[in-house]
């Protein structure tokens, strides 16, 4: 697969007075995406959300480690980014629903690319650090 984001070039040793630095629109777009979907739970929150919506409680219980507190941050921060949705359902006690929004939809297949990415060299990196 070709994909060309305009990073090639800085693979190349920089010689003589050229600019090495990446173009600063092409950074600014990366650090926006790094930004929404940096945090130690947000990309483990968008995957657990990727088969639908999902009660808060089901959702916290489905990831290992994460307290109410830093899941209820994450998913505000993805709220606010556009990536997950919250709808309050008409029940009582109060029950909250979250689902994913259609752009982050989009990112499943830079998820399939990590899985891929993960099954090719993760063997690699667990035995590397298992000999070191």
Known sequence: MEFETG????TIACEGNCDC???PALLADFKRAIHALGGKWKLEI??????GAVRFGALR?????VTQH??????????QDGLVSRTV????????EYELTESAYGLLPAFKEILSWSRLY?????????QG
């Open 7 to 10: 990073m090639e070039n800085l």
């Open 21 to 23: 630095s990446p173009d």
């Open 46 to 51: 968008l995957f657990a959300l990727m088969n």
């Open 61 to 65: 219980r489905s990831i290992d480690g």
């Open 70 to 79: 830093m899941l209820t941050m994450q998913l505000r921060e993805l709220e």
């Open 89 to 96: 359902l008409a029940s009582k006690p109060l029950q909250v």
């Open 122 to 130: 993760g063997d690699a990196r667990l035995m590397a650090s298992q």
